[in-house]
């Protein structure tokens, strides 16, 4: 976990002021986005991702926009072990996260089941489902030591509607949500409150790996979600027995509460 000894999260001002945020997959798409907007709105950003490239990037851009760096956390979130440290050294820095943006997450091939290789398979349910399992785990006890934890994790239409091609994907996806549905209802009577996100088409490395042929400049940018996850962040969320879609939200047809 590489800090700056300048950061400090108390002077940060803005609506998220001294919170802390952790953000998987921040080095670039969505999870940058979110780290972005976070730290812009005032909270301390602690940035996990496997590129350290991209994670030194996205910290020039915090600095550049709120005069504090974020904590850089390079690492493969596959690594359950390595998830656990994080965790206990979370715990022993800040004592807390106030919110969780869970990011992180890879296509997969796009083939037919029945030609999937195990190799490839397996590699998709570690990083999307089996990850997610040990995200829940190892930062749960510090959301609950927040005054309202609020953990945001990123879905995909295809996890409710399968589509040709997309098994690997769409399937760990539609776990994910089944899962984070569990842990929201068992979280009922703590502080903690979870939500379901899907960003729909937006203009990611991901997405042109699934559409190659699609015209990038006709995708939503990934930096337009920033506000709305702001916002959810804030907001009195009840159990996420449905899932909060951006198209909806930007068109003004679903407030939050």
Known sequence: MSAHPASNPSASKGPLAGKIALVTGASR????????????AGAHVVAVARTEGGLTELDDEVFAATGEH???VPMDIAEGDGLDHLGLALHNRFGRIDILVHAAAILGPVTPVAHIEPKHWDRVVAVNLTATYRVIRSFEPLLRASDAGRAIFLTTGVAARPTA????????????ENMVRTWADELEQTNVRAALLSPGPMRTKMRAE????????????????????????????????STVAFA????????LA
């Open 29 to 40: 798409g969505i999870g940058r986005a979110a780290a972005l907007a976070l730290a812009t």
């Open 70 to 72: 974020a904590t850089l």
């Open 165 to 176: 091609f997309f098994g690997p994907y769409g399937s760990t996806k539609a776990a994910v």
């Open 210 to 241: 699934g559409f190659p042929g699609e015209d990038p400049e006709t995708v939503t940018p990934p930096d337009e979600i920033g506000p709305l996850i702001v916002e959810l962040v804030q907001a009195d969320l009840g159990l996420p027995t």
């Open 248 to 255: 909806e939200w930007k068109a003004g047809k679903r407030a």
